[in-house]
């Protein structure tokens, strides 16, 4: 076998860097408040269903309602109340990124996401600095392509 046409296609994951621009925060700033919206609607919303399944629940039971109508309720206003503070958390975090994207300076470098691609390695190739390869790119537009391809 010919080792100089010895190749193998191999995955690996890119970091994709952006850079700061008033273009980027704008949309960035978007999309969280976007985010932040959306959670409201979620939370709003299982307010309603909650209280439509708790007077379900109190319609179909005896006056006063007994221990099993009492649990069920209970049992209700738990799963409601984790599902608030899920989406709370979410929230929070939402917000939290958004008063960090606030503070950013124009032309950092940030990391906005990972993907992966496909490259070929040979012998004699250094595989370390073939993993090790970034996209940089300023609003949505590539500006540089760093690392061994």
Do not use: H
């Amino acid at each position: 076998m010919d080792a100089s046409k010895s190749q193998l296609l191999l995955k690996r994951v890119v970091n994709v860097k952006a850079i700061v621009t008033n273009l980027w925060k704008e949309e960035v700033q978007q999309q969280l408040q976007a985010q932040i919206n959306q959670i409201d609607q979620q939370l709003q919303q299982i307010d309603m269903e909650g209280q439509r399944a708790i007077s379900a629940v109190q319609k179909q039971s005896l006056q006063p309602p007994g221990p099993q109508t009492l649990q069920q309720i209970e049992n209700i206003q738990v799963q409601i109340n984790q599902k608030k503070s899920e989406l709370l958390e979410q929230k929070n975090q939402s917000l939290q990124n958004l008063q960090q994207v606030q503070f950013l300076e124009l032309d950092q470098e940030v990391n906005q996401f990972q993907m992966e691609g496909f490259f070929r390695v040979e012998p004699g190739d250094n595989l370390i600095s073939k993993l090790q390869v970034e996209v940089v790119l300023r609003d949505g537009v590539v500006e540089e392509i760093r690392g061994d391809i």
